[in-house]
């Protein structure tokens, strides 16, 4: 079995990668204070952002559910690989050669990347079989809904031969049967014999927000092809239909600029978007559109109620126009308060899907459906009405009863009125009575549904989210929450981050002398105990690790706190911020070595004791003149 990877090589990929670029992939990061970033958490739910990543010092930390570390911890807890396997990633992923202790400089690494690994295998082996005879029926398909090859090339459609071709390439390139069926590349019979999943079918690779292929949707193409029109890649390690959207990769740039998401249908409907101008578009992948989307698509939005109004945000779902589709708007509208953005709803006339709508009547009728979106809310009253007699007296009354409990949801309170004046329009009713349904229909409301959708800074969360806290995740034990916010606690807190943070602004001199200096906060004394133990290693690579693992373990969540929280000041002025912060700690502690210099002189008898008394007065004279030159006063 290879050996570990060598320390030297764990050091030299921390140094080289950027924290912010790794977790970029996952959370829209957006800066907040001097070198600090902030995002919603990839951890918990929540609606207002408390991730914090801050690059130069190479953690993370969230101030809601308290998880944190750096990038190898991170990859660890999001896509739950081992530490080898996130530390080979990262290396891979800026071109770096591992090196192992027993001399080997490549190892297995682990069922998580060699089902990657088999994945992009598999992608390269599609793309190429597309061009064979037997794909003309594929390449047929693509034509006929307006996708040249060069389409095809942008969006990785590949084409699976029949008779066991992928497994037996594959395994020529040395996956093991095993690993190709944990992939769902391969599927095992009954009898435990194994076929080619994909068979005869066109196929789409589906990536997560770091561009890795984690799995494929295929689509049926000959009439003797029995299966589903779409097949979809099994749950595998690395594969939660749940959790991915097809396009994602391609369209999480947009997204997070543009401040919109447009989810669509099908793969084929994502091409014709893109295609069209339309490149914030994403699908699902053989799933209804549910909660794990929708947080996913609220962290590469960074769509928080805290910048809502500033953002404003858009989510915008297409449907055809079948009673599939409108089942599909019900179950979206079923999740809409779980976004601080605003919601839409853009239906193509003649109920053509975007693939069809462009293919008909070109790139841009795709723009304009888009343009011609709804408010959900306004789509999901109209579509109230449908089983409704308006013209008679009791279809409307019978109207405003199915409608009311559906603008009550609404979570804006100025929103309410609006949409009850213009329910009221539509009904041809009388706009007070309208009122008075709606807030009865949201007094009726059961407690726990209307928490789901009322507005202000709870949104959807628990009471205990509320409060910072998520059920199932464990809080570190000390927090700076915790430690008050007296003066004495704010100054060496903030002395500890500007060592932490800073290393080479507040310089080794300095730093010595605070970590010398007397806390009166006893939990912030453990961690400067800590700190001068390995202030020696202060800036190397992982030198905030072992400082976290010097402290006890209750005192690590705060270490990452302190990595993480922002300081106050002008990113011009960084360098001088942080000295000065280091500097009024060890000219408190100088004061405090002046009061007791002072206290013992005046206990001393000059005159039985005239060696202890000089010795004193020198000292006093000598805290002055270190004081007076701390401060810089001429």
Request: aromatic fraction near 6%; proline fraction near 5%; hydrophobic fraction near 40%.
């Amino acid at each position: 079995m290879p050996g570990l990877i060598r320390r030297s090589d764990i050091d030299e990929v921390r140094a080289r990668t950027n924290i912010a670029d790794i977790v970029g992939d996952y959370v829209t990061l957006r800066p907040a204070g001097v070198g600090s970033l902030k995002g919603l958490c990839p951890f918990h739910d929540e609606r207002s952002p408390s991730f914090n990543v801050r690059p130069q010092v190479g953690y993370y930390h969230c101030f809601g559910c308290g998880k944190g570390g750096n990038v190898f911890d991170f990859l660890m807890e999001i896509d739950h690989v081992t530490f080898p396997e996130a530390v080979e990633r990262l290396a891979q992923r800026i071109g770096f050669q591992l090196h192992y202790e027993d001399g080997q400089g490549a190892r297995d690494q682990g069922s998580r990347s060699r089902i990657l690994a088999a994945n992009t295998a598999a992608q390269e082996f599609f793309m190429g079989q597309l061009a064979s005879p037997e794909a003309e029926p594929g390449r047929r398909f693509l034509g006929e809904r307006g996708f040249d090859p060069a389409a095809a090339a942008r969006f990785g459609v590949g084409f699976a031969p029949r008779g066991g071709a992928l497994g037996r390439a594959l395994r020529a390139r040395g996956f093991t049967e095993d690993e190709l069926v944990q992939a769902g590349l391969l599927g095992r019979g009954e009898r435990g014999d194994v076929y080619d999943r994909f068979r005869s079918r066109l196929t789409w690779p589906i990536r997560d927000t770091s561009g890795q292929v984690v799995g494929f949707g295929a689509r049926r193409l000959l009439e003797e092809d029995q299966g589903p029109k779409y097949l979809n890649t099994p749950e595998t390690p690395v594969y939660h239909k749940a959790q991915v959207l097809y396009g994602l990769d391609l369209a999480k740039r947009d997204i997070a600029r543009e401040k919109r998401v447009v989810v669509v249908e099908g793969y084929t409907d994502v091409m014709a978007c893109h295609l069209a101008g339309v490149t914030t578009a994403v699908a699902t992948c053989g799933t209804a559109f549910g909660v794990e989307h929708i947080r996913v698509i609220r962290r590469i939005m960074g769509d928080s109620d805290q910048n809502a109004v500033a953002t404003a945000g858009e989510v915008v779902f297409t449907f055809d126009g079948d009673e599939a589709g409108l089942k599909a708007a019900s179950r979206a509208f079923e999740e809409e308060s779980r976004f601080a953005a605003q919601t839409f709803v853009a239906v193509a006339p003649d109920g053509l899907d975007p693939c069809d709508l462009r293919l008909q009547r070109g790139d841009g009728a795709v723009r304009a459906l888009v343009e011609s979106r709804k408010p959900m809310f306004e789509f999901m009253i109209r579509r109230t009405f449908a089983g409704f007699d308006l013209d008679s007296a009791e279809g409307r009354v019978h109207a405003l009863r199915a409608a009311a409990p559906v603008v009550a949801g609404i979570r804006d309170q100025a929103l309410v009125t609006e949409y009850s004046r213009l329910l009221a329009k539509w009904l041809g009713g009388d706009p007070t009575e309208v009122l008075a349904a709606v807030r009865a229909a949201s007094s009726r409301s059961a407690p726990s549904t209307r928490s789901a959708r009322s507005g202000g800074d709870r949104g959807n969360r628990s009471p205990s989210e509320a409060e910072g806290r998520v059920e199932g995740a464990e809080r570190p034990a000390i927090t700076l929450a915790t430690l008050g916010r007296d003066p004495n606690t704010r100054l060496e807190a903030e002395a500890l981050q500007a060592i932490i943070q800073y290393p080479a602004e507040v310089g080794p001199v300095l730093a010595g002398r605070v970590v010398a200096a007397a806390f009166a906060n006893p939990t912030l004394a453990v961690v400067r105990d800590a700190l001068a133990v390995r202030l020696g290693e202060a800036g190397d690579p992982g030198w905030l690790d072992e400082v976290a693992l010097e402290a006890p373990e209750a005192y690590r969540g705060l270490i990452r706190e302190l990595a993480v929280a922002a300081i106050p000041g002008r990113p011009d002025q960084i360098a001088r911020t942080v000295q000065q912060v280091a500097a009024s700690l060890v000219d408190r502690d100088l004061l405090r070595r002046k009061r007791e210099a002072l206290g013992a002189l005046q206990r001393t008898d000059r005159e039985a004791e005239p060696g202890r008394f000089a010795e004193l007065q020198r000292e006093l004279v000598a805290i002055d003149e270190e004081r007076r030159l701390l401060r810089g006063d001429e």
